[in-house]
């Protein structure tokens, strides 16, 4: 949707969490892969299609159902199922997709309105926090510079190379960061923990932000659980390391009055520093997604259900 005031566009909505333990799923999921044949699962398809090669690939995701977790004492047999669903997933593709019985849509469009609305009258300016990374606040277009990643780019077969140029540069895009979950009572890293940035233009902001990010939040942190039962492991493996953390809601925008030509990258070829991230359905396509053997493929969310992507194994 175009914001009547200045054409701002939403491309992307997601929320990540940063968790200590992270390195244990990114062992889990390097290793080889199970060689048996998995069980039929309800699936969804996601179909990315290469406009230069009219390739087109289809990607298998199952789609969890997270009331199976609020019914684990009455029916612990689908529970246990989801489980492996979460597990297996994340393990073959590093993404997978969720029901969650907490999360409407009307929440989100409340949440993408809000923000559509806000990046199209930002200046970029008096809400950024430069001195502190960034870390809450508004990030306008031109700041981000994604890491290089040329060499793994390079690798890439033909069909599966990301448009982000090399060496990498600056992004478009715009960003926002808000805190999400309880902050600890003390800590060594003050620039993760600052007083979150409220413009006053907005005396609901508070209120849907953190409404949508708590959501998002305590959908990874059921997704976390599962994927821990999944594994084999005990069910708070992930979700005690989790407790505290600097878990953010970071919305995303693109201006299309600006950079509305075709072929502009918004968002260069990366990974995550979280453990995992969550994205709510977007109003506009965009997003690409990597899978283990580096196949390129466009993501598009299920009406209702949300995305969650594991940060790749960090070599």
Partial sequence: MTSSSS??????????IAVSCSIA???????????????????????????????TTTLEVPVVELKSFFNRDSLPD???????????????????ILRDPRVEEKHNDCFLDMMENYFG????????RPAYGYQVGVTKDLVELPRNH????GSMGPNNKPLSPCPPELDPKWRFFWRTGP????????????????????PEWKQVMDMWGGQMTDALFTVAEMAAVGFGMAPDTF????????HLLA???????VYGTEGTVLAGFHYDLNFLTIHGKSRFPGLYIWTRDGTRTAVAIPDGCLLVQVSPLQR
């Avoid at 979700?239 to 600097?246: A, D, F, N, V």
Wanted: charged share 20%; glycine share 6%; net charge negative.
């Fill in 251 to 257: 919305p995303t925008g693109s201006d299309f009055q």
């Fill in 25 to 55: 799923l990114y062992w889990y999921l390097s290793q080889d892969e199970d060689k048996q044949q998995q069980q039929k699962q309800k699936q969804q398809s996601i179909t990315s299609t290469d406009t230069a090669t009219t390739t």
């Fill in 7 to 16: 054409g701002f566009v939403r491309l992307a909505v997601t929320a990540g």
């Fill in 121 to 128: 009258g930002s200046d970029g300016v008096r809400d950024a």
């Fill in 78 to 96: 689908f529970y246990a199922e989801e489980c492996k669903k979460v597990a297996s997933a994340l393990h073959h593709y590093g993404v997978v």
């Fill in 239 to 246: 979700t005690s390391r989790m407790l505290y953390g600097p």
């Fill in 150 to 153: 040329c060499a793994v780019a």
């Fill in 183 to 202: 902050r600890p009572a003390k800590t060594d890293f003050p620039s993760e923990n600052m007083d979150a940035v409220i413009p006053p233009e907005f």
